[in-house]
């Protein structure tokens, strides 16, 4: 290589090294460094939750409700049968079960709510039952924006997808999926220990929820179904829903088994059914001591305590059967 040639190749070198020397020092005075910015969206997914109630409406919400409104004790032993009583926002005075339901803010009567008292509570949603209906609070309360679900079961299979509907809302499916479970092995149980009984065997059952005047309680009834089930015949099947009924047609009928209510606390029917001067002293049920007394929120109450009930009776017209 001649002397042209090297100074050239010497050059050309310092050259290179002098850019790298910036390069590795972070110093480029001369290069216009250009940021990209990215913008990254994210998603978030919202867990839509869409039931349909007993009046055939269905209701959509992007979640879990946070606040309710428990128009009826059945509706609110549901709530916390499913784990979500710190969502109740407002009762009526008669939901006594369970205790610390006590607790919670009272909205007056169930057959008389204080409807400006559920505006207050701004509740998400109102639980009310098949009484609000036919008075005329549900669709005022509606007419005044708020959202009212009907918790109107007509049997116990009713209350068991009743159960669920009111888990879901709230947000505890799992949970209430979980104890519908549990009440139908004790449902299948009972069916099971009265299975392949004939008709002579099942006992007729005169149910009395008061006594003067005398009124009991016919076919659609709650009771009506759990005296079927737990095999029994109602003397009263021929009447519906709950209903008053002539004192000398009940005695003429003459029923195995009376189960007499107590009526929030009162038990005077039933000291008046179990006297020695009863009307009823020459039925079988009264010549056999098949006169008993039963809780009437246990008994009456659309809730999961029913089977509770269903269990009592079980017990009560075949307790060789079941205990």
Not at 64 to 81: C, G, L, N, Q, R
Request: charged share 20%.
């Amino acid at each position: 290589m001649n002397q042209f040639g090297k100074h050239i190749a010497i050059m050309i070198l310092l050259s290179v090294m002098a850019l790298s020397v910036c390069f590795v020092s972070g110093c480029n005075p001369q290069v216009q460094t250009v940021t990209q910015t990215t913008t990254s969206t994210v998603t978030e997914t919202v867990q839509l939750i869409s039931v349909t109630d007993d009046a055939g409406i269905t209701y959509t919400f992007d979640g879990a409700v946070d606040t309710i409104v428990s128009m009826a004790p059945a509706i609110t032993e549901i709530v916390y049968f499913v784990d979500a009583g710190e969502k109740l926002v407002g009762r009526t005075d008669y939901c006594n079960y369970p205790e610390e339901v006590s607790e919670v803010e009272s909205i007056g009567g169930y057959y008389d709510p204080n409807k400006e008292k559920i505006l207050l509570l701004n509740p998400d949603v109102v639980l009310a039952d098949s009484i609000q209906c036919t008075t005329g609070d549900v669709e005022w309360l509606q007419s005044h924006g708020l959202t009212v679900i009907v918790i109107a079961p007509s049997d116990i299979e009713g209350v068991m997808r009743d159960i669920m509907l009111v888990g879901e809302l709230l947000g505890h499916h799992s949970l209430a999926a979980d104890v519908v479970a549990g009440l139908q092995n004790r449902i299948d149980a009972v069916c099971s220990a009265l299975g392949g009984l004939d008709e002579a065997e099942k006992p007729s059952v005169l149910h009395i929820t008061w006594f003067d005047p005398l009124w009991t309680t016919g076919k659609y009834t709650f009771l009506d179904i759990i005296i079927g089930m737990t095999g029994g015949v109602n003397v009263f099947a021929d009447v519906e829903w709950d209903v008053q009924v002539d004192l000398e047609q009940a005695v003429i009928r003459n029923p195995d088994i009376i189960t007499v209510v107590t009526d929030h606390g009162s038990e005077s029917s039933f000291y008046a059914v179990v006297a020695e001067d009863s009307p009823f002293k020459e039925t079988n049920a009264y010549l056999n001591g098949h006169i008993y007394i039963v809780d009437s929120d246990i008994v009456c109450r659309a809730g999961p305590r029913i089977v509770d009930a269903l269990e009592i009776y079980t017990g009560l017209l075949h307790p060789d059967l079941f205990s």
